[in-house]
């Protein structure tokens, strides 16, 4: 086409030429024969003038010939015509030959094709090989333009029908192309209004033609006119769009005028084809300019709804089946793909305008930023986001990651979004493939965990949506992600890697061999990685299909290499691999796949041969065959093994347990030992003859024997036996039991009431006189066997028969007496390294941690004696210490031990934690235990509490304080449990292995599940404490209280709060997946006040839980329990879709706790760290929530600190605000000042457009805020203590710059309206400032460094508040009020500074900002000066108190 138009357009110049030289001739002609025929002349003039300029006219389908050049042919026209007698008639005679020759529709086309060239006697020279159409040369003549446009205009609607001719030739568009490009247009604005004439009345193509050629035909004058038209042409008729665009984006517009445009075509963006959508959006993004870049993005945004271009999966699918029904099974597809095409182009649209123009690419940015809420979030977003990723521009690279970063982390681009994109829009985004993948990496390198789960999405999405060659890159990545060892990023790559392995296995295994690879990197992954790496390698080498079978025998060698390492790291490593291959190649097969359901001879073999290996070579060591047992347990549990590779495990377990740990009770136990034998903690009195033991003191005596022989002769031919093991092995035996009896565990039950062989635990008391190896050989053996008892209550916690029950609740006993014994055992053995009890951590870290445990403790005891109240009692000192602690989940220990069982774990036993054996989450449900054990376990319980605690306080506290734990562990936020990704996660997870591979859901059910006995537990703590309470005429303290048990009783009623809140805090109640379960939650707390929760709605159930859990407020025992339902409380109201509605009560709620004496059992006031830090919290979520916060602020620093102040030396707190003290007025000073600094910059910074009413309103918080400051500043000059001057610096400065933000603004359009309260405001806030100038003079003399590094940038704002007053007043035409001196230096008494300069003048004086008439400055500053002499002179507080009422009374 275009070297037809460009052919086309030559013709015209032809012609044009050809005609010159007729006309020439005919002038000639003319002067010889006057009277000729008319026609004959008119036919004569045009074609003799033509062959005189040297155009040969030809007939029918031959070209015409031209003998010249262009140029010459149209001189020799227009000069034949100038010279001609006729003229300017000859003129019109020449037009008519013109028309009478174009009648013919063959002669017509001649004359638009271009001319051919006549080559004289071969003479190539004097014509150029291309010429113009005759027609086109002609219209170089200026003279003949216009009155040819007009007769090619008039000729054009007889061929407008036509459609296209011979050779695919359209007359009109070879008749518009005559008119492109000329080099002057006579009337170019009658050309425009024939054309736009033409198009009113024209068929669609030829419209399309006209307006398309638009800006090449017309001059730039014409362009604005044309593009008016245009524009009003777009809004009648969307099928134009696409050529309307191209010319208007070709046209010179006015900017306005564009803007204009660009408004009109961004309203019909909801009509337009989407075909035509890509035109629309470059035209609109090509027309911005820098000005309304984000506003114009933003706009199209908005309006381009890519969403409803595609057909959703599923009507596409209808649609095809539909069409393959019928005959017609035409284009389901086509019409996806066109659609597809179409937003392919839209993107590469925006591509090119955000490539090419830095501003839009800001504009998209900013705009995508600015969506705030998830639902408003579109797939277009993503596009966008990857575009920029795409584009080389490192700086919209950078962008996009963060955008996209940010969006993830506040939850705002959800997995959903990205779901539906990748679904919707498949060959669109195989196009950003690169991009997609450089976001997914970078996204799960992040340090943040909110961000790596959705980095992971987008790997699942890539592999399971592209093709081979992304499938290989995605898992290319994910390898290089695990290899780079940083916690967070490998758990996600195998777990995405594992999903893969599952959903995909076929596509997998093409890939087995990179996933191997892996192999060679395992020194960085923690045990769990390596179990999971195991797990998806051997699915895939050792699955049901095997379609990784090729990478078989790699694994076994690697296997086989790492069994026989002697490093205790790399045997791990082998144990764990060999039983995870042991999983998958005797895992249970659906029937359909093997002969008769079971497994292959040879494969049981191979199981059989791989178990036997890793018991031959993990025999030596007994940490290797327990970590065996463990790893082989954890497989037993988690996945269904073949009953043939079950029972064989089975049967030798039991065998060999029997064999290894269990004695006979009969004859007297003979042999050595540092200790008398005896049996101990025996339940089954009946069965004395025939009974069994646990051989639990022998063993331990020989395993020391023996280490000692090891290392004088290496190699031992026997297997031992090591005590280590018994806890693994009886876990690995009850569950092969479980497994194969279907929960039942009475094959092995005797274990749960059987004795021990151990010693007389009274040998603790003498400790002190016990060898080193006596100690350690003590403490070992109660680790053992407390470690035992852990392990038989996971076994038989499940069970349903009441005895059982009682047995287990029992052992729970046995547990927390062994653990108060353990405790002084262990503080009278410094430097003692327990046995390790989770096999699968790094064995260094045990020691590491327990060497500091002594530390730990002896630390804790001196911060217990550290209280700043010397001569108290040692035991003051130690119940402050234990109630101060309990904000913490650990407990205290308590300086006279005494051999009760209620005696709670002691704080030491923190450190020791991971030399425990994990609990399983199913010994919470002893919890549930209702009175089956009252009488029987009369002698273990305290009698005054079994009536209404069913579980021992001491139990009921270890039960709650393990759950707790693990809740921490699953429910807390990722961020606040995963930050430090390198060092602080191995630790962490250490003792919980078991609970790792649940998921926080399942955890989640679990608590929901024993919410009804968590608050039966805790209906009985308020009724003890409420029975505590009246018995003692309302006094905590009262003579008859059981310090003891009041301090378990009250860390039992802290913890179950603490368990409530951190439940009802888990993120994952905010999932509309997990609505349900948080209903059933919410139900539990609602129905214990009100029947049939089942059918209220979630706004109801919170009304209800909050009024339930309300009524325990006048039972807390201890401040940081007030403060954990105070938390409580409002993360419950936050389930709601109102929590605004229970902020007056919360507020009430922690006034009331703050305004409450807090006593110990002991009768001293609380105190201490603990007790300031929850006081801290306690006083900010009165803040928060309280209504108005400057009063707030006001009541406790206008009324409570004079309080105290003026309180008698008895009673050192404030009447109105019982927790305010000397001692603890730094924490209320600090929430004070940050509360009120936070406030302030809520308050909506002034506008010019605020009315008198709202600056009038704005103006009167800030009086109020600035009064508050003001008193706050002025507290320094009594309690001038250096923390208290921190505070006071660090926030005075963010006070005075949000001033300086938000409210000078306000004074400036105010000023005049409300000089009254604007010279008073400015005037409160001058006498603050200059205290705070004071403080920093103070901070210099002291040269104290905590103080002078807030000097600078406080007086820097200091400057600048004076500049901006000074501002301020030239704004409102009053600069001549502004006065400024110098200020002297003073101290915090308000006493000169003396420096040399100052001694030698004299005449300083305060600086000085006043905004009113001339006559006010000096008034002003005696009045001023009377303030200060009155500050400084004045040692009493009242005296300043009052003084500074004055001066803030007068701003109000």
């Known amino acids: 086409m275009m070297r037809k138009k460009r052919r086309s357009s030559v013709d015209k110049g032809e012609g044009a030429a050809a005609t010159t030289t007729k006309v020439k001739k005919s002038r000639s002609a003319g002067g010889k024969q006057k009277e000729a025929v008319a026609e004959e002349t008119n036919e004569s003039v045009f074609g003799m003038f033509l062959r005189g300029a040297g155009v040969t006219l030809k007939q029918s389908a031959t070209s015409n010939e031209i003998a010249v050049d262009q140029v010459v042919f149209q001189k020799r026209i227009q000069q034949q015509l100038q010279k001609s007698p006729r003229y300017p008639g000859i003129v019109q005679e020449f037009i008519s030959g013109l028309e009478s020759h174009i009648e013919d529709p063959e002669r017509f086309r001649n004359c638009l094709l271009p001319c051919v060239p006549r080559l004289p006697d071969g003479d190539s020279s004097c014509v150029s090989s291309f010429q113009e159409s005759l027609l086109r040369m002609l219209l170089g003549i200026e003279m003949l333009q216009t009155l040819i446009i007009n007769t090619l205009l008039e000729k054009l609607p007889e061929f407008m029908l036509d459609g296209a001719g011979d050779g ?17 247009v006579v009337d170019s604005k009658e050309l425009a209004a024939k054309l736009m004439e033409l198009v009113s009345v024209a068929p669609v193509e030829v419209q399309r033609d006209i307006i398309t050629s638009l800006p090449e035909i017309l001059e ?6 044309i593009a008016r038209e245009l524009n009003s042409l777009l809004q009648e008729n969307t099928q134009l769009t696409v050529p309307i665009l191209d010319a208007l984006s070709s046209l010179n517009l006015s900017s306005s ?21 890509p035109v629309v959006v470059k035209f609109i993004l090509h027309s911005v300019s820098t000005s309304d870049a984000y506003e114009v993005v933003c706009n199209l945004r908005k309006k381009l709804e890519l969403e409803h271009c595609v057909l959703p999966p599923v009507l596409q699918a209808s649609q095809s089946r539909l069409k393959n029904k019928g005959a017609a099974v035409s284009a389901s597809t086509p019409a996806a793909c066109s659609s597809q095409d179409s937003i392919t182009l839209i993107l590469d649209g925006i591509k090119s305008a955000v490539r090419f123009q830095k501003t839009i690419s800001e504009a998209w940015l900013k705009a995508i930023e600015s969506v705030d809420d998830v639902e408003d979030h579109k797939v277009i977003d993503l596009l966008v986001l990857f575009i920029l990723h795409s584009t080389n521009a490192n700086q919209s690279r950078r962008g996009a990651e963060r955008v996209l970063k940010v969006k993830v982390r506040t939850g705002q681009i959800q997995e959903a979004l990205l779901q539906k994109t990748f679904r919707d829009y498949i060959q669109v985004m195989r196009g950003y493939f690169p991009s997609i993948l450089a976001l997914a990496q970078s996204l799960l390198h992040s340090p943040d965990p909110c961000v790596v789960p959705f980095g992971g999405h987008m790997y699942r999405h890539s592999f399971t949506a592209f093709d081979s060659y992304c499938q290989q890159e995605v898992v290319g990545s994910l390898v290089t992600h695990v290899c780079s060892g940083v916690g967070g990023e490998v758990d996600m790559a195998l777990e995405l890697l594992s999903g893969l392995v599952t959903e995909k296995p076929s596509e997998m295994a093409l890939y087995a061999v990179f996933v191997k690879g892996i192999l060679d990197y395992m020194d960085n992954l923690t045990p769990q990685q390596i179990r999971r790496l195991f797990h998806l390698l051997s699915r895939l080498a050792f699955g049901q299909q095997q379609q990784g079978a090729h990478i078989q025998d790699d694994m076994h060698i690697v296997i086989r290499k790492q069994l026989s390492s002697t490093v205790p790291k790399y045997k791990r490593i082998g144990i764990i691999g060999a039983v995870m291959i042991v999983g998958s190649m005797g895992a249970l097969r659906p029937k359909a796949e093997s002969q008769n359901g079971s497994l292959p001879q040879e494969t049981l073999r191979q199981v059989t041969a791989l178990l036997e290996l890793v018991q031959s070579s993990s025999e030596s060591s007994p940490e290797a065959a327990a970590l065996y047992y463990d790893e082989l347990a954890n497989l037993i549990l988690t996945s269904m093994l073949d ?37 101990m903690y025996n339940l089954d009195e009946d069965e004395s003859q025939g009974g069994i033991a646990i051989n639990l003191m022998p063993l331990l005596a020989k395993d020391l024997q023996n280490k000692g022989e090891q290392q004088s002769q290496i190699k031992k031919a026997h297997k031992r036996v090591s005590p280590l093991c018994l806890s693994p092995f009886f876990r690995l035996l009850r569950l092969c039991e479980e497994k194969q009896h279907q929960g039942d565990l009475e094959e092995i039950d005797a274990l749960l009431g059987c004795s021990l062989v151990l010693t007389d635990m009274d040998i603790v008391e003498k400790i002190e006189s016990l060898s080193k190896a006596e100690r350690d050989f003590l403490c070992t053996l109660l680790f053992h066997t407390i470690n035992w008892f852990r392990e038989v209550i996971n076994a038989f916690c499940r069970q349903k028969e009441t005895e059982m029950k009682m047995k287990v609740m029992t052992r729970l006993q046995n547990i927390t007496y062994l653990q108060s014994l353990l405790e002084r055992a262990l503080a009278g053995t410094p430097g003692y390294v327990p046995p390790l009890a989770n096999f699968d951590g790094e064995s260094t870290d045990g020691i590491i941690l327990s060497s500091t445990a002594p530390v730990n403790k002896a630390k804790k005891d001196g911060s217990g004696k550290k209280r700043k109240a010397p001569g108290k009692n040692s035991s003051g000192n130690n119940s402050q210490l234990e109630e101060g602690m309990e904000a913490d989940e650990t407990q205290q220990p308590e300086k006279e031990k005494e051999k009760e069982k209620e005696v709670r774990q002691g704080v030491s036993l923190v450190s020791y934690r991971q030399f425990f054996r994990e609990l399983d989450m199913e010994v919470l449900s002893v919890l549930q235990c209702g009175l089956l054990s009252r009488s029987l376990l009369d002698s273990e319980l305290n009698t005054k509490v079994r009536e209404e605690v069913l579980l021992g306080p001491a139990e009921l506290v270890f039960l709650l304080e393990d759950m707790l734990r693990k809740l921490e562990f699953c429910l807390t936020a990722v961020p606040a449990k995963r930050a430090p990704f390198l060092k602080g996660r191995t630790d962490k997870s250490v003792g919980f292995s078991h609970l790792q591979q649940r998921s926080s859901k399942d955890i989640a059910s679990c608590c929901v599940q024993l919410l009804p006995a968590l608050c039966s537990h805790l209906e009985n703590c308020h009724n003890h404490f409420q029975t505590l309470l009246s018995e003692n005429n309302g006094v905590v303290d009262g003579p008859a209280t059981d310090i003891q048990e009041h301090q378990l009783m009250s860390s039992g009623y802290q913890l179950l709060l603490q368990v409530l809140n951190t439940t009802f805090s888990w993120s994952g109640f905010s999932q509309p997946g997990q609505r349900s379960l948080l209903k059933k939650a919410l139900g539990v707390l609602a129905e214990r006040l009100k029947e049939g929760g089942a059918e209220m709605n979630m706004e109801q159930l919170v009304k209800h839980s909050f009024k339930y859990l309300l009524n325990f407020r006048s039972t807390m025992p201890s401040l940081s329990t007030a403060l954990c339902l105070s938390q409580l409380l409002s993360t419950v109201s936050e389930r709601g879709g109102n929590p605004a509605a229970y902020r007056e009560q919360t507020a009430s709620l922690a006034r009331r706790f703050l305004s409450q004496e807090w006593v110990t059992a002991s009768g001293e006031k609380e105190r201490g760290n603990k007790f300031n830090e929850a006081l801290q919290t306690l006083l900010r979520v009165y803040l928060v929530h309280v209504d108005d916060i400057l009063k707030a602020v006001e009541e406790i620093a206008g009324e409570g600190i004079p309080e105290l102040l003026n309180a008698s030396k008895d009673d050192m707190s404030s009447a109105s605000w019982p927790t305010l003290n000397r001692q603890t007025f730094l924490v209320f000073y600090k929430v004070l000042m940050a509360e009120l600094e936070k406030a302030v910059r809520k308050i909506p910074a002034g506008k010019i457009s605020d009315n008198t009413e709202a600056q009038s309103e704005k103006l009167l918080t800030w009086n109020l805020a600035v009064r508050d400051f003001h008193i706050l500043v002025n507290l320094v000059k009594v309690f001038d203590s250096r923390p208290v001057l921190n505070v006071c610096l660090k926030y005075g400065r963010l006070f005075l710059e949000s001033f300086l933000k938000l409210g000078m603004p306000l004074l400036d359009y105010s000023f005049k309206r409300h000089k009254e309260d604007v010279q008073s405001l400015l005037k409160t806030f001058q006498l603050s400032t200059r205290q705070l100038h004071h403080m920093c003079g103070h901070s210099k003399i002291h040269q104290d460094t905590s103080l002078t590094n807030h000097v600078p940038a406080l007086k820097k704002s200091l400057e600048l508040f004076l500049y901006r007053v000074k501002a301020m007043l030239t704004l409102n035409n009053c600069q001549e009020a502004f006065w400024m001196g110098n200020l002297k230096n003073r101290n915090l008494k308000g006493e000169e500074i003396l420096s040399q300069r100052s001694q030698e003048s004299e005449e300083e004086e305060e600086e000085e900002e006043e905004e009113e008439e001339r006559s006010l400055p000096p008034q002003e500053q005696s009045e001023e000066e009377a303030q200060d002499s009155d500050s400084e002179g004045s040692k009493q507080v009242n005296r300043i108190e009052d003084g500074d009422q004055d001066s803030t009374d007068d701003s109000d």
């Open 220 to 225: 730039d004058s014409q362009h604005n006119d």
């Open 168 to 184: 695919g030739l359209s007359v009109p568009c070879i008749i518009i192309n005559q008119l492109k490009w000329l080099d002057r």
């Open 643 to 679: 009953p043939q590779v079950q029972e064989m495990i089975g049967k030798s377990v039991l065998d060999d347990f029997q064999e290894d740990f269990v004695v006979d009770l009969g004859p007297d136990i003979t042999g050595s030992f540092p200790f008398p034998v005896r049996l």
């Open 257 to 277: 005028l564009l803007t204009e445009v660009r408004g009109a075509v961004m309203t019909t963006l909801a009509a337009v084809q989407l075909e035509d959508l």
